[in-house]
């Protein structure tokens, strides 16, 4: 049995849709078996076969994880830590999902698996504590990086910019940050690939759609697909390039933040789609909420 944990969130809820598709046997939780609490995990598992693990539970907040760093440990290190120890325990795999936060972006080509992690924010930091938990306390595991992170069910950038495209004559987006899209359905569909596959070895995987673009570019090909698929009405909105230090954050973020996709895609097998199919398979479907763009 899989247990899929974050199961209302972005990711964690994808991969619980597809699993449901596919008729795989699963469980899931949310806030209600709290990762930070070792005894409600432990009791959750009791009577259950648990083989695999998939957390996608997190604190995602990047910029108000600066000013509430504990809290972002609790979430980001501490729970990775106990599902760790209890997967050690009742002999369960791991899928945990981690960040190109962890890198910062100072690099030039793609970032493979094994370069140095060294973050430049709370949420790169504890996130990178988190994986090293994982290592320290269980061998079966899979740490899957990803980025810029878009889902149905969520608020993420692409909902942003058309619900400010629709609403605004002009929006100003990051021209100097450059990084990989990464739809949530492609990703689901990945990790359910290590659910289906026992000879994957364990450790850690980059996994993002292609492409090497700044939030600008995102923009742009966000504007054009949602003018032509009826989305965004203005289609007369500009889209202004700036700095990110025209656009002051917070948190600040890798400036390069590109992905190496070789290992996961040599390891199994696997093409991973180009970023704007992608864009427009989640544009497209049934599934895009369209009161979250109004
Ligand atoms: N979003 C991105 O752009 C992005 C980029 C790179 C990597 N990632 C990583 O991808 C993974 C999935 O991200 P996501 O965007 O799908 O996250 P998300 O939408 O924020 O979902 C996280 C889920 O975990 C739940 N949760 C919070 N605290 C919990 C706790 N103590 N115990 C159990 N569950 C708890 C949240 O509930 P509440 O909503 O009620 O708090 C939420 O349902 C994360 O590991 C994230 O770090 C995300």
Known sequence: MIWVIGCKGMLGSEI???????????VGTDIDVDITDPQALAEFV??????????????TAVD????????????????PRNIANLANQVHAKMIHISTDY???????VPYTEDMPVAPIGVYGRTKAAGEAAIRQNLKEYYIIRTAWLYGWAGKNFVYTMIKAMNNHDSVKVVNDQKGSPT???????????????????????HCTDLGEITWWDFTNEIKKQGVELGLITNNSCLVNPCTTDEYP?????????????????????IQLPDWKISLKEFLNSELFETERIK
Not at 16 to 26: K, T, Y
Not at 249 to 269: C, N
């Open 46 to 59: 009791k009577g259950k076969d648990i083989t695999y693990i998939i957390n996608c539970s997190a604190y």
């Open 249 to 269: 954050t917070p948190a600040k973020r890798p400036a390069y933040s590109v992905l190496s996709k070789d290992k996961i895609q040599k390891t199994l097998g």
């Open 64 to 79: 108000k994880a600066e000013s509430d760093a504990d809290f972002a440990k609790k979430l980001n290190e501490d729970g």
């Open 102 to 108: 962890v890198f910062d972006g100072t690099g030039k």
């Open 16 to 26: 619980v849709r597809q699993l449901s598709e596919r008729n795989i046997n699963f």
């Open 183 to 205: 739809f949530a359905g492609d990703l689901a569909s990945v990790i359910i690939k290590f659910l289906n596959k026992n000879d994957v070895p364990y450790g850690t995987y």
